[in-house]
């Protein structure tokens, strides 16, 4: 779909993958005016075909909009955009354990123009590929990398915006977890480097021994995860307490220590919830269950989740969307 700023959204059409042509002088290319979004469409036992959540994705893009300086799309032609797609795509929907048909919204600057401003351009596409299981062999608990030098986002940066910008910044970061054997970049509040903001593509809540669950609040550095938002309603629909609130290294360290804290996860559509077994950094280990990962509530709440996704468990908060009925 086209935007122009005087024309609003025209143009809508489905076509075959491919390369899209673009102008060398394009906005997107210098000055990473991009945004993009996540989901998943899963077929069911019935043969029916569901998006979890779309109109979730829909109100995030145009928060991550806002903050870039790009149009907003309206939320009911983001969800007809992900039915259109999804329809045309339907044979490409797998039916496996844990399969999926992963769908990349994005929207781009693409104004031929060399001045830094808001572009009058954009467009919005969205990509469709099939998704396998995103553990093979049964989920493992991972080892993750605090990064104390490197941050993601700063105050009044891009932080809560879905954008390429905080993903480029995490790269290198990245590149250093993985160099130490761990999976996912744990980022801290660039100001404090104690107070746990995000992954570099996943939120995280660690777990009391009284059943409590700790997660960052949303402090504008932070994504708004939709798997996050699902589980705290799901926590509490079974009497969990959960403290959205400032969280730090040094109480997720305390915490393991003395047996209060006993589990941790994080948690994103790609994977629903992955269980940490330790957090390292430069200094050594900080925190390691060991034997405990995964624990029991992390295995339990993405049993849950995941039996909603895929259609084995009641959905009691309405979060499917069915696009091809059974
Ligand atoms: N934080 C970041 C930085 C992410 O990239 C993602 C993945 N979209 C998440 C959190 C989790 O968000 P969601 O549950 O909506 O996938």
């Known amino acids: 779909i086209a935007w122009t700023k005087d024309g609003g959204w025209h143009d809508a059409e489905v076509v075959p993958y491919g390369p899209i042509p673009m102008d060398p002088a394009s906005s997107v290319l210098?000055?990473?005016?991009?945004?993009?979004e996540g989901l998943k469409a899963y077929r069911h036992a019935d043969g029916s075909i569901v998006a979890f959540r779309p109109e979730e994705n829909a109100r995030r893009l145009n928060e991550s909009a806002r903050r870039l300086a790009l149009p907003e799309l309206p939320v009911e032609l983001f969800v007809r955009a992900v039915h259109e797609l999804v329809e045309v795509d339907a044979d490409w929907v797998p039916s496996g354990a844990d399969q999926s048909l992963y769908l990349r919204p994005f929207m781009i600057a693409d104004e031929s123009f060399l001045g830094v401003r808001a572009a009058h351009r954009a467009r919005f596409m969205i990509i469709a590929s099939p998704a396998g299981a995103y553990f093979t062999g049964g989920v493992k608990p991972v080892s993750i990398w605090l990064s104390s030098e490197l941050a993601r986002a700063g105050h009044g940066g891009t932080g809560a915006a879905k954008?390429?910008?905080?993903?480029?910044?995490?790269?290198?970061?990245?590149?250093?977890?993985?160099?130490?054997?761990?999976?996912?970049?744990?980022?801290?509040?660039?100001?404090?480097?104690?107070?746990?903001?995000?992954?570099?593509?996943?939120?995280?809540?660690?777990?009391?021994?009284?059943?409590?669950?700790?997660?960052?609040?949303?402090?504008?550095?932070?994504?708004?995860?939709?798997?996050?938002?699902?589980?705290?309603?799901?926590?509490?629909?079974?009497?969990?307490?959960?403290?959205?609130?400032?969280?730090?290294?040094?109480?997720?360290?305390?915490?393991?220590?003395?047996?209060?804290?006993?589990?941790?996860?994080?948690?994103?559509?790609?994977?629903?919830?992955?269980?940490?077994?330790?957090?390292?950094?430069?200094?050594?280990?900080i925190v390691d269950f060991g034997e405990a990962a995964p624990g029991a509530l992390t295995m339990s709440l993405r049993e849950e989740l995941t039996g909603i996704q895929f259609g084995v468990r009641e959905d009691p908060h309405g979060w499917l969307d069915v696009i091809v009925p059974a």
């Open 30 to 36: 210098h000055y990473g005016q991009e945004i993009f």
């Open 163 to 285: 954008c390429g910008g905080n993903y480029a910044s995490s790269l290198l970061p990245t590149n250093i977890a993985a160099a130490n054997g761990c999976a996912q970049v744990l980022f801290t509040d660039s100001a404090t480097e104690d107070t746990i903001d995000e992954l570099g593509g996943m939120n995280l809540f660690l777990v009391r021994a009284d059943g409590t669950l700790i997660t960052p609040a949303l402090n504008g550095n932070i994504l708004d995860g939709i798997t996050r938002k699902s589980l705290i309603r799901l926590a509490g629909d079974r009497g969990h307490a959960v403290e959205e609130r400032a969280v730090t290294v040094s109480e997720w360290r305390d915490g393991v220590a003395d047996g209060s804290i006993v589990e941790a996860f994080a948690c994103g559509t790609a994977a629903v919830i992955t269980p940490i077994a330790r957090l390292k950094g430069e200094a050594g280990t």
